[in-house]
C-alpha cells in the first residue's frame, strides 16, 4: 500500500493518497491542500484516481474538491446524513469566528454509512461512524492504519464547542473514540485531519484527553 501525506497549511486539513502498489490505482482523502500538490503527488506516484472520500463535511477537508474531482472524474463519497438527525440551524455563541461547515458543492455519488467497505482494488476499509467534531465524521480503518479525521489527533482529539453548530458534542466525541478506535490494535497507525501521525497505543497511554476515557 502506498500513502502519502499532503500536510495541510494553516487551517488547511491534510490530504492523504492512498493506493494499491500493484494497479496504481488511488483514493484521496479530504482534499484539502491546493490542488496543484494532488496532482503534483500523482504524478510523483504515477498513479489514477478511482475515489475522493471526506472524513467530514468541514470546507477545511474539502477545499480543493471542485478542481480535484474535475480532473480526476472520480466519484465522491461521503456519509449519509439522511441517516441520523441534527439540529438544523444551531445557535453560534462564538462571536467574530468565522470559520463555519459549507454545503459540498458536489452530490456525493457513494452514500456511507457505518460498517460500509471502501475497495481500491487490493485495499479494503472499514468505515467507522465516529460523531462528536461532527455530525458526520466517519473513519477509515484497514491494512494496520485508520484514517481519523478530526476525531482523534496525536495527543489530542477533535474541536467540540457547543452550539457553534450541529454535531459538537463532547461526549459523543469520547463515545466514538471508545467504543471504536480504542478498539483497534495499539500499533495501528493514526492518521487525523491535522498534525502528524501517531499510534493507538501512543494516545492510550499519551493522550491527555483519553486518560478518563475508560470512565465513560
Known sequence: MIIKVLEGNALAANCYIVASEVTRRAMIIDPGVKAERISEAMVELNISVSLIALTHVHIDHFSALDIVKNTT???????????????????????????????????????LKDGDTIDIDDLHFSVFYTPGHSADSISFWGHGVVFSGDTLFRRGIGATLPGLYAGHD???LRESIHAKLLTLPDDTIVYPGHGASTTIGEERLLNPALQSIGRL
Request: glycine share 2%; charged share 25%; proline share 14%.
Open 170 to 172: 463532547h461526549t459523543q
Open 73 to 111: 472524474k472520480a466519484p465522491l463519497a461521503a456519509f449519509d446524513m439522511a441517516t441520523i438527525k441534527t439540529p438544523v440551524k444551531p445557535r453560534r455563541e462564538i462571536k467574530g469566528l468565522h470559520f463555519v461547515p459549507f454545503e459540498l458543492p458536489i452530490k456525493p455519488e457513494i452514500l
